[in-house]
């Protein structure tokens, strides 16, 4: 798992730490980003985030693109999604038809 960018204390520990009361905060030039790297292809259905507009404010996304490839290089947009104020866990699939997706990276 890799971060664009991280505030102190509120990096990729607290955001897989499954506490609601802590987060990924960047810090840093938008476009803000979550890579997750495999060590062979994976299939892929979907990504789930906890969004909470009540606690993040301006900082909870509105908008989330999702890529995927074989490498950092070959990443293509695979599916994009909009919010208006979430307050819940969101899932992110990774196909319109619900089938998995194979990649090394999302």
């Not at 520990?13 to 609601?20: I, P």
């Not at 476009?31 to 299939?43: E, R, Y």
């Not at 070959?74 to 104020?85: A, P, S, V, W, Y």
């Given at each position: ?37 495999f060590n ?36 293509q ?30």
């Amino acid at each position: 798992w890799t971060l664009s960018s991280a505030k102190p204390g509120n990096g990729i520990a607290q955001l897989r730490d499954n506490n609601f009361n802590t987060y990924w905060q960047s810090d840093g030039p938008q476009p803000h980003k979550i890579t997750i790297q495999f060590n062979k292809k994976m299939n892929i259905h979907s990504v789930m985030l906890y969004l909470d507009f009540e606690q993040d404010e301006s900082y909870t996304p509105h908008k989330i693109l999702l890529l995927a490839g074989t490498t950092l290089h070959n990443m293509q947009e695979i599916m994009n999604f909009t919010f208006n104020q979430p307050q819940r866990w969101v899932k992110l699939p990774l196909t319109e038809d619900g089938r998995s997706y194979r990649a090394h990276v999302v």
